[in-house]
């Protein structure tokens, strides 16, 4: 399984011959991160705002993509969508292992949309804070899950991101197995050892 990072929080994830994007930005919508222009077989966004909606950006094959795709309905604050709405999360199946990808979650997971993700061969978790989950709250949610690599997105990092989100190492540094990759791209294998993945955008 093949997942590239395209800043903020959008990927574009390859498995069993089929490429599905999550959560693309509209252009200028994200500081620091350029304008996409991507190709698909399918795309899936958690919700509508426009740095995670910009559906038409990406070229649809007219395939069919029979990989399953699981939704999970979640919110985008801790007040039961009260401030920001609803957020979807979506756990995709493929060459026997999961990826979840948690959009813009901004509350801790329980219940039955927490069974739902726990054991995930990879989890995408937003860890800036203000408009999602913040890094502590970031690193109970993938504690409770028990996923086998975690890739933190939706963080400020030099240029990217945005002013109020915090950065990249107040999340890493509550974790003890960082893997820091030279490029925006992991191969998920089944014997990828546990650790959470920081890519790199834009290379």
């Given at each position: 399984m093949r997942i590239q990072w395209h800043g903020h929080s959008c990927f574009e994830v390859t498995t069993e011959g089929y490429t599905v994007v999550f959560d693309p930005y509209e252009d200028g919508k994200v500081p620091g991160c350029g304008p996409l222009r991507l190709a698909a077989d399918a795309v899936f966004c958690s919700h509508e705002h426009g740095d995670h909606n910009a559906r038409g950006l990406v070229k649809l094959s007219g395939r069919d993509c029979p990989l399953k795709i699981e939704t999970i309905a979640s919110f985008h604050d801790d007040k039961k969508g009260a401030l920001r709405g609803p957020n979807a999360i979506h756990i995709l199946h493929g060459e026997g292992m999961r990826l979840v990808h948690l959009g813009d979650l901004g509350h801790e997971l329980t219940g039955s949309a927490l069974d739902a993700v726990k054991g995930a061969d990879a989890l995408l978790i937003p860890v800036g804070g203000y408009y999602t989950i913040d890094a502590a709250t970031a690193k109970k949610v993938a504690d409770a899950t028990v996923a086998r690599v975690v890739i933190p997105m939706h963080y400020r990092l030099g240029k990217?991101?945005?002013?109020?989100?915090?950065?990249?190492?107040?999340?890493?540094?509550?974790?003890?197995?960082?893997?820091?990759?030279?490029?925006?791209?992991?191969e998920l294998r089944a014997d990828t050892p546990a650790q959470t993945a920081v890519l790199t955008y834009g290379k």
């Open positions: 990217m991101g945005f002013d109020v989100i915090g950065t990249l190492d107040r999340f890493t540094r509550l974790c003890d197995d960082v893997r820091t990759y030279e490029g925006d791209t992991l």
